[in-house]
Every structure is written in structure tokens, then in C-alpha cells.
């Protein structure tokens, strides 16, 4: 088959290279640029849909990025492939950091001073009654995390929109620039041998 590898990975290649990238972390990231510039669309619909996949993945709802990327994006005019290359902007990486930051402003705005998560009267409740009364449990966390994603979500969301269009138009406006210099060049005529 046609551009198929001589030898196939094996898992333990497979995790590395889904975790680690396989050459450097900045031409990963210059790719995943490239990719959205090179997005057809308008500057400002794809500026929305990046906009609507950072915003949905501050949410603490893992798993659904995706779908609730895809539903902001929809009602508000977004592009889809943009707001699935939006949600990159939770991974691994960022997710301590966005939780904490809003579990801290949701128990700020919730409650008036920032509270500390106790870990060991958490791992108290988790470990006896997870499997029983699971929500219940995990309500007291999620709550502050879902108020505070929305305003943090909305910062981040709109700081994307900003930074995408601009990159985006730029780069169309540039692209066009440069195919009208190639058309106003002279083609070269092809003369028959005689």
C-alpha cells in the first residue's frame, strides 16, 4: 500500500508518540497553526469556532469538549473544524491549571473568599461513597468549577477570537496578494517545434 510504514509501531511506540510528539513540541506546534490558517472560511467564523473549542474546553466537562464545542460553534456561526482544533487548549498539560484556577474563582464568586479544596476530607467522602451517591460527592468540587469556567472561559474564548482572526486575516490577505502577483506575471508561451 502506498505511504504505509515498513514496520509497523508497537503500543508502546504508539502511547509515546499520542503523548510526546515524534520530532520537537515546536513544529507540532508550527503544524497546528498552519492548520488553522490554512482553514477555508471567513477570518471571523473561524475566529468564532476556535473562540467556541477554547471556551468549551474549560469546562470540567471531559470527554464532551468536542460535542459542546460543536453546539457553541453552531448557534454561533462558527466553524466546526475550528472549534475542534479550538479544544486543544485544554490537554493534559493545562488541565491542573485550569481546574484550579476555576475551582478558585468559582468558590470566589460563590462564596466571597477563595477556599482551599481539603484533599483529605475529599478522599474521605470519595473513597467510601463514589460508587454510591456519586454525584452527590462530587457535587460540592464540580459546582465552583462550573461557575467559575464561565467567566474564565469567556476571557480565554474571547483573547483566542482576537488572536485568531487577526492571524487568520492576515494570512488570507496575504495569500491573496500573493496569487494576484502570479497571475499579473507573463505566462510563458508554448511554441510548437516545427
Do not use: C
Not at 510528539?21 to 507540532?28: E, I, L, N, Q, V
Not at 474549560?58 to 453546539?71: A, E, M
Not at 457535587?139 to 467567566?151: D, E, I, R, S, T
Not at 474571547?158 to 500573493?178: H, M, P, T
Amino acid at each position: 500500500m502506498l505511504f504505509q510504514r515498513r514496520q509497523k509501531p508497537n503500543q508502546i511506540q504508539r502511547l509515546r508518540v499520542a503523548v510526546w510528539p515524534r520530532h520537537s513540541w515546536s513544529r507540532s506546534l508550527r503544524y497546528f497553526s498552519k492548520r488553522i490558517l490554512r482553514l477555508t472560511g471567513s477570518p471571523h467564523a473561524i475566529a468564532l469556532g476556535f473562540a467556541a473549542g477554547a471556551f468549551a474546553s474549560i469546562t470540567p466537562l471531559i470527554g464532551f469538549h468536542f460535542i459542546l464545542s460543536f453546539i457553541i460553534a453552531f448557534i454561533i456561526g462558527g466553524n466546526m473544524l475550528a472549534a475542534a482544533l479550538g479544544t486543544v487548549v485544554g490537554n493534559p498539560f493545562t488541565f491542573p491549571f485550569i481546574w484550579a484556577s476555576t475551582y478558585k474563582l468559582g468558590t470566589l464568586i460563590l462564596h466571597g473568599e477563595a477556599r482551599r479544596l481539603r484533599s483529605d476530607a475529599l478522599k474521605g467522602e470519595l473513597g467510601e461513597t463514589l460508587l454510591e451517591k456519586s454525584l452527590d460527592t462530587l457535587w460540592p468540587v464540580l459546582k465552583p468549577m462550573f461557575v467559575g469556567a464561565l467567566p474564565l472561559g469567556l476571557i480565554i474564548g474571547i483573547l483566542s477570537y482576537f488572536a485568531v482572526f487577526y492571524s487568520v486575516r492576515a494570512y488570507q490577505r496575504g495569500r491573496r496578494q500573493r496569487l494576484a502577483a502570479r497571475r499579473s506575471l507573463p505566462r510563458r508561451s508554448v511554441t510548437s517545434a516545427e
